[in-house]
T-cell receptor
Framework: EDQVTQSPEALRLQEGESSSLNCSYTVSGLRGLFWYRQDPGKGPEFLFTLYSAGEEKEKERLKATLTKKESFLHITAPKPEDSATYLCAVQEGNTPLVFGKGTRLSVIA | DAGVIQSPRHEVTEMGQEVTLRCKPISGHDYLFWYRQTMMRGLELLIYFNNNVPIDDSGMPEDRFSAKMPNASFSTLKIQPSEPRDSAVYFC?????????????FGSGTQLSVL
């Protein structure tokens, strides 16, 4: 069973059409949940870290939230430059990150 | 800072050949990670080092894969012999203790194609 499951696999939005990406996890001792952005041909780039249920982080049009079983990445009024793959990762205890397979977001002008 | 530097960016080789991927972490970072990314399996951890010492290589798929870190500024991932199923993008990442939990800095990756 995958420890981290992201949905949907792919999402196509019109510019300005807000939506949310989901990341559910099954680890018991969550130390942190991480969101990364990956552009084609590049490595993942760090966005946020969330540590406890109820925590929220914001950056421009992105807001990440965390519950005890899942995290959401809300995208408000997206622009074409927000098109990328968004990766979620969890850390259990002192172990390295475990990544989900990502959500490929396309924002159409 | 130049970031994590990987070479080559692209590698095309034939089955059975030896492949060596290279990584230069960010100066001052004490952790180095090797990941492999495919559409089917996503981003998988292969091995990681702390202060040049391998800590966990349980993600290395089989004995054909080996990794070394002879000093703080250089690491290699070697596949010998290579097989078509090794085709993937291989990422190196580094981080520094105390800069925040697992804020990894990734290189741009090596796209490996084994024919």
């Amino acid at each position: 069973e995958d420890q981290v499951t992201q949905s949907p696999e792919a999402l196509r939005l019109q510019e300005g059409e807000s939506s949310s990406l989901n990341c559910s996890y099954t680890v018991s001792g969550l130390r942190g949940l991480f969101w990364y952005r990956q552009d084609p041909g590049k490595g993942p780039e760090f966005l946020f870290t969330l540590y406890s249920a109820g925590e929220e982080k914001e950056k421009e049009r992105l807001k990440a939230t965390l519950t005890k079983k899942e995290s959401f990445l809300h995208i408000t009024a997206p622009k074409p430059e927000d098109s990328a793959t968004y990766l979620c990762a969890v850390q259990e205890g002192n172990t390295p990150l475990v990544f989900g397979k990502g959500t490929r977001l396309s924002v159409i002008a | 800072d130049a970031g994590v530097i990987q070479s080559p960016r692209h590698e095309v080789t034939e089955m059975g050949q030896e492949v060596t991927l290279r990584c230069k972490p960010i100066s001052g970072h004490d952790y180095l990670f090797w990941y492999r990314q495919t559409m089917m399996r996503g981003l998988e951890l292969l091995i990681y080092f702390n202060n040049n010492v391998p800590i966990d290589d349980s993600g290395m798929p089989e004995d054909r894969f080996s990794a070394k870190m002879p000093n703080a500024s250089f690491s290699t991932l070697k596949i010998q012999p290579s097989e078509p199923r090794d085709s993937a993008v291989y990422f190196c990442a580094s981080r520094k203790t105390g800069t925040g939990l697992e804020k990894l800095f990734f290189g741009s990756g090596t796209q490996l194609s084994v024919l």
